[in-house]
């Protein structure tokens, strides 16, 4: 990958990064949240009211065809919003677990999402749902 801008929250994200010579990191600031390590906050929700990206992927808590993707911190879905409104498009990564799973608050309904992508431990019921759903999967 070369030539892209990765913003994130995510101070684990961050470290993944710190050698890459050809992408431009942009962290958010914030309060640290010491179980998810992600920033949250005024700052947080700032920093990222100020770009625009053409991806967006998130992880959540759950995902569930009627109340689409929770989380279970409101602070943390707050950042999760202000990202998906200034972003193209959304992009779910989850694993087969989070499925039909619901967190505390939602932050993204199932037609905000364009593309879920899922280890391969998902079943046929569940693939067959999302791309009824009209969804992406991979």
Do not use: W
């Amino acid at each position: 990958m070369k030539d892209i801008t990765v913003i994130t929250n995510s101070t684990r994200i961050g470290l993944e990064f710190i050698d890459k010579k050809d992408i431009t990191f942009i962290s958010t600031g914030g309060i640290l949240r010491p179980n998810s390590y992600s920033l949250v906050g005024p700052l947080a929700n700032d920093a990222v009211s100020k770009y625009y990206a053409d991806k967006f992927f998130s992880s959540c808590k759950g995902l569930s065809i009627k109340h689409g993707a929770t989380d279970s911190n409101e602070l943390e879905s707050e950042v999760k919003k202000n990202m998906m409104r200034r972003s193209s498009r959304l992009c779910l990564i989850i694993d087969h677990t989070k499925l039909d799973e619901i967190g505390l608050v939602q932050f993204a309904s199932l037609d905000e999402i364009d593309t879920i992508i899922c280890d391969d431990g998902i079943d046929e019921q569940s693939a067959r749902s999302i791309r009824e759903a009209g969804k992406n999967l991979l």
